[in-house]
């Protein structure tokens, strides 16, 4: 594997093996000294043209914790045009001797262009592209919930069986389209809930098992985890629900649903949070709630990724 830009193009063999190298990962991360020599010598880039707390943090520890160096580069504010300014920089970055680059961009495909238009040699890791994917918080969401299933005894399992309702912003959410490939490839049982405007507007073979009802959704799909979204208010150039307190109501997490679901449903949230909108603090700190776990299992993903790409380089 060379780049790593969807999990559509991850087999359910390479996405056992990213998960149980991370596996090993978190083993290291407990460790009191936690580094391995792996990658030396490498230099990685972080080129992050869209804000991100958890992400770009997440690798910048990935990669330091396998001995690389990091460099972090900020893309925002260039008023170069955005095709002309991705490609410049990272040229430039290579120039530079950056071995991989970890690239979140707000155009769907910026990863894909950049891994695939010639202008680079280095390996490219999609961190979020637009609406498009987000295949590492695919892996870390299959990963926590892989672990609070399986714990120690992890390692080779799918998630056959696995129920998981997506909930909330689909339309907007990389993080939603990266999951649905992933976890169905993992052999688990995907369905959305949201409302009609916070769904494609065809919506394709991925989304086929839709709910317009939260509260139906729970009692009838019976999810072993419910994985809320964040409503992107960024991406929205109109009005896709009347009010806060509405969509709240409708499609949050409230502390009476959340109170409602059995004590082994798990609550995801890749965060960054809206509290009180689409999750309650009651439901984002409840026991079940795996959101920081999802932060931490997150940097051992990362440090797999970055192995499975890198670690067979010629120095
Ligand atoms: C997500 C993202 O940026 O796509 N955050 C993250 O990486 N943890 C989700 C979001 O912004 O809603």
Redesign the pocket.
């Known amino acids: 594997m060379k780049h790593l830009i969807s999990a559509a193009d991850l087999s359910l063999d390479v996405t056992l093996a990213l998960l149980d190298t991370a596996e090993e990962m978190s083993i290291v991360n407990e460790r009191e000294i936690k580094k391995l020599p792996t990658l030396r010598g490498r230099t990685v880039v972080n080129l992050f043209f869209e804000d991100?707390t958890?992400?770009r943090i997440s690798f910048e520890l990935a990669a330091k914790r396998l001995s690389a160096d990091v460099i972090g580069f900020t893309a925002k504010g260039s008023s170069v045009s955005k095709g002309e300014s991705l490609k410049d920089t990272a040229q430039t970055l290579e120039a530079m001797g950056a071995d991989a680059v970890i690239v979140r961009h707000h155009a769907s495909g910026a990863a894909q262009n950049l891994a695939t238009a010639g202008w680079i040699s280095a390996h490219v890791v999609n961190a979020?592209d637009g609406k498009h994917e987000?295949p590492t918080?695919a892996l870390l969401d299959a990963f926590t919930i892989r672990k609070r299933l399986h714990g120690a005894g992890s390692t080779g399992k799918n998630l056959a069986g696995v129920r998981v309702l997506i909930v909330g912003d689909v339309l907007h959410?990389?993080?939603a389209r990266s999951n649905l490939h992933l976890l169905r490839t993992l052999g688990a049982h995907v369905a959305v809930a949201a409302p009609a405007t916070l769904l494609p507007a065809t919506p394709d073979a991925l989304v086929a098992e839709h709910y317009f009802d939260l509260d139906e959704a729970i009692a009838k799909f019976k999810p072993d985890a419910v994985m809320m979204?964040?409503v992107?208010l960024e991406r929205m150039s109109a009005s896709f629900f009347p009010s806060a307190q509405e969509y709240s109501a409708n499609w949050g997490l409230t502390r009476e649903r959340a109170v409602a679901l059995p004590a082994t449903t798990l609550i995801m949230h890749?965060?960054?949070m809206n509290r009180g909108l689409e999750i309650s603090s009651y439901a984002a700190d409840a026991p079940q709630s795996t959101v920081l776990d999802q932060v931490r299992n997150g940097i051992s993903v990362r440090m797999s990724t970055l192995y499975h790409l890198m670690a067979g380089d010629q120095q």
């Open positions: 991100s958890r992400t979020g987000h918080q959410s990389r993080v979204l964040r992107q890749p965060g960054p």
